[in-house]
């Protein structure tokens, strides 16, 4: 019995007092009405009543202990990881079916003697931890990629008393004194017979420059070769780019080679280094590792050839050479052949212009051709237009520059077909009054013309720019876009893009753009409108990815079957203002050329988004994004199942994590259930359950004080008091 | 009525010319206070022929006058002054105009006629350009500069007069905005209306006279094309040429 009063003690002592004094006045007043044995009949009632809310102000309560017996509760984990699927010896089966023949078969299998004696869960751990039971337990594959065992042990928690292990000892395992649980470790997997080589690393450039070396750096290990000399090869799809042998010194070394190449075409490559499989490997999957480069120019190669000196030619040289991505060979026609030269060769500086060279051999070491103000009858064969056509139509690009000397010479060769404008074939050039350009729709949005972030502060810079003097009278193609047009009743037009096979071309039909730096300088305003211009014109022309109006960025480290792949999507800054939400989309599809599942998120920031996907085999994926400002494609390559596993047995890791737990690596010989006592005794836990009832709160007794009351009631009425 | 046409024809003022559309090459001369500005005015002519003839550029025999407060003038891509005598300083507005001109791309060939070192138009010039761009020193030319191999191959400059064989310039980064000679370059181009030299040169008489040709044909080229010459490509050809 417990007493907890509701009042201070003191008060209820002086309560009680009052109470029995009450009590012995009414017996005196009721012994005088009714006689002596009625007066003690009702002065007891009237006292039990008393004496009851005394009692119930002491509060008692009755207290209850039950004592109960429970079993240590205890996690069996076993490796699920790619590796417990390799062969675990001499003996037959792999590594992960001696784990379950350890825990199931034998006379009395390990899992009933330790469930007789403990609370026994057994887990699977792999890429996450998954509870089984007995019939998952016979069906579980070892297909997990990696296993994180410190977080497995994080997981569990105080809620076990001990762990055991039943790995190869290939699994990730970071100290951090965070497991308060021991861990029994129960090696599988023979080291003495596994025999192996893998490719265990590979540091490459995400991005490399065309026509510069890359340097790929491949960490092979082996298990049990020693002695052989093994060829590292580099490939690109079947086309060998280089290769390379290695010799292996000693078990368990690790080599790393450098492997080069010089890429010449831009783009993504997919590349795979191997190692042809040597007799007796346990592994062959993880001799071959994939890898992806993206392939950029390293400077943009433009190729100017102009037909006269100008204030147009000058101007874009200096915008030009003020470029460090820019690599400019120009060529300026000083005198026509009709020109007269008043001295001998040693007192010019006129050097030949190398067409054959340049036309017939060069062309595709460039990015950009430009003719500027450049007749070519007079220094080409047609067979060099030609040329000029084909660059383009393979991914080259091709630009030309108005004045007097253009155009009407084009007119039926093959340099018409890749314009954006229409030639009439007669003098077009106009230098009358002077005229004034306007944006065209699409140029108000086009990365060339889209000078300033905001669109009206652009617009104003546009007509803000001097007229021109000299301009080419022009007819757009349907094929082609006008950026920017003459500000007249029929407008003609002045800046013009377009595509032309795999290449882009532009055509800026006057030679005066050099007006719109200097008036911009006269002003005050500065320069930075027209080099923004040219750098622009330059870019768009050489697709080169800063004026890409989505940019996506790749994981780090390359994904895996399974795995959850993330990529970042950018939008260009310049567009923000102009991208209604929700005119982007995300398709990813895999090595088939099938579309699979993906999902596109918004992150914080309005112009950036993250896609992901889960690729369910191996091979390169395409993933496209789609807005209105275009389309951009890139690739991404899925390592296969067990590229980069290292698959031998490491006894030793396993030994080290258990010293880090405070627990135990069993050896062979050893029993299992011997040593698990030392850990969690061996016998049941007890603890006793007390339950508090307290007793003022039960019906019974408030029916009691009534019942006293009442009879107390009851007599005085009958014996005439009320 | 007919012979009044031919007379406004004739006479008619430079000035009037500036609304109408630009040639590509045009000399725009810059008429200053004080001093002379005009000392040769018939110097375009010659030139002008002499670089249709040999290069491909197309240029205007029409000269424009102008001055530092034109609001044409960031248009003009050869600013051309002249004079014997010393000037009128400029205002801190017109040096203020030179000099955006000059630092964002604009090009100014300026000649002393009287070639007096230190005295005159020389001295003027030199006291101009000194608040003009003051860290920018007006110095000789080397002969590696591209003004030198733009057309021809040039060792020494010619003139009317023989005072510097060589040109002075003032270089920002790889740009020589001010080009300037003290030979009198204009005073041996100058032909009069019947086709006979104004000048004399001396001492040289006339290979001097086409050095001078040369040089301004050279200047013409340069301010069109920078330092092309510079260029690798350019390399192997003109040392192969000065080896000749």
Redesign the interface.
Known sequence: MNWTPVFPLWLIVILLCLGLAAVVVQYGLVRRRLGSSRAVMISLLRLGVILLLILFALNPSAIRRKEYKVSSPIAVLLDSSQSMGLPAGTRKGSRLEEAKALLLHGEKSLLKSLAERYEVRLYAVGDSMKALDGRELSSLKASERQVDLGEALKSLGREKSLAILLSDGNLNWEENGSSTLPLIAVPVGDTGDYKDILIKDIKAPGLAFRGREVLIHVTIKSYGYTGLTIPVLLKEGNRLLTAKNVTINKTSDEITLPLSFIPEELGSHHLSVSIPPQFGESLASNNSANLSIKVVKDKIRILMVSGNPSMNYRFMRMAFKNDPSIDLLSFVILRTPSGILNVPIQEQSLIPFPVETIFSKELNSFDLVIFDNFSYELYFKPDYLKAVRDFVREGGSFSMIGGPNLFDSYAGTPIEDLLPIRLTGKRDYHRDSPLEVRLSHAGTTHPITRLSPEEKENARLWQEMPPLDGVNSLEPKNSGTVLLESNERTSRPILSVGSFGKGRVLVLATDYSWKWYMGMVAKGKGNWAYLRLMERMVRWLTRDPSLDPVQITMPERAGAVGQEIGVRIKLRENDRSSHPKGTISLSVFNPDGLKQMSQLKTTGHSDEYVGSFFPEKEGTYKIKVDTEFGLLEEALTIAKHGEGLDGAPHPERLKMIAASTGGKFLTRGDDLLKEMESYVGGNRNRFIEERTLPIWSRWYALTIILFLLAMEWYLRRRWGMI | MGLGLAASLLFRRPETLLSA????FFFSQIKYRGGEWDPNPQFVEAIIEELE??????GSKERRITTLSD?D???Y?FLYMAGKYEFEPFTQQEREILK??LT???FLFAEDTMGAKGFGFDQSFRNEMKKILPNHELKRLLPDHSVY??????ESIGGRQKVNPYLEGITID??TPVIYSQNDLSGAWSKDRFGKWVNECMPGGEPQR?SAF?AGINII?Y????D??K?L??HP??KR??N?
């Open positions: 559309p630009f040639p590509q003839l040999r290069t491909s550029i197309d609001p003038l960031f248009f891509p955006q001109f964002f791309g604009g191999r733009s057309f021809y191959l040039i790889n740009w086409s040369k080229v301010s069109f094309t920078s092309y010459k260029d490509i350019h050809f003109i040429r000065q000749l």
